[in-house]
């Protein structure tokens, strides 16, 4: 258990809606990453965050913005949700020796 | 980029029974992971494994580098071994958490 908490675990919205997903962390990690996972796709890095106000993107950052105001919380934001947004999405913390681990996910459904 | 094969794609064990799961990369990486997903969507961290052997319990995972492959053996499967075990290269340093995931390896394994 790394001590990953995402909040919340489901949740279902309509098109053109904004979304706040919230990851949070109790062991003072570093970095941390936001994943989506799709069918046919496997696991893709949306952004991470090196640091408190840190951010870069990954793989697929279209359509998502990042914030971490501090160390503990880090927010993934879909601005106006698509129907192409709907999937799992995962955050990530790097640990000690520089591997991830995963929280629980969170179950988006767009409308 | 780099593309990540895994094989077999889906796999039926009795309990009991031992098994190898392969994966391939076409490029040279300075690290990968090993993980399982299991039938609740959690995602589990196996083996953080750049090159040479480790092993936990009844999982144990090689990787050869230079050759482009990792290794996943499973011993004495159990049915709560099934899910499915994902493989994933880091691109570029371990910093930035790119992971590449392979679309795994399904493992039923049956009473």
């Known amino acids: 258990d790394a001590g990953i908490t995402q909040s919340p675990r489901h949740k279902v919205t309509e098109t053109g809606t904004p979304v706040t997903l919230r990851c949070h962390q109790t062991?003072?990690?570093?970095?941390m990453y936001w994943y989506r996972q799709d069918p046919g796709h496997g696991l893709r890095l949306i952004h991470y965050?090196?640091?408190?106000?840190?951010?870069d993107k990954g793989e697929v950052s279209d359509g998502y913005s990042v914030s971490r105001s501090k160390t503990e919380d880090f927010l993934l934001t879909l601005e106006s949700a698509t129907s192409s947004q709907t999937s799992v999405y995962f955050c990530a913390i790097r640990g000690l020796h520089g591997e991830l681990f995963f929280g629980e996910g969170s179950r988006l459904t767009v409308l | 980029g780099i593309q990540v094969e895994q094989s077999p794609p889906d796999l039926i064990l009795q309990e009991g029974a031992n098994s190898t799961l392969r994966c391939n990369f076409s490029d040279s990486v300075n690290n990968l992971q090993w993980f399982h997903q299991n039938p609740w969507g959690q995602l589990i961290n196996l083996f953080y494994i750049p090159s040479g052997t480790k092993q936990n319990g009844r999982l144990s995972a090689t990787t050869v580098a230079t050759e482009r492959y990792s290794l996943l053996y499973i011993s004495s499967s159990q049915t709560t071994d099934s899910g499915v075990y994902f493989c994933a290269p880091y691109l570029g340093s371990s910093n930035t958490g790119k992971l590449i995931f392979g679309q795994g390896t399904t493992l039923q394994v049956k009473p």
């Open positions: 062991e003072n990690h570093r970095y």
């Open positions: 965050s090196y640091g408190v106000k840190d951010t």
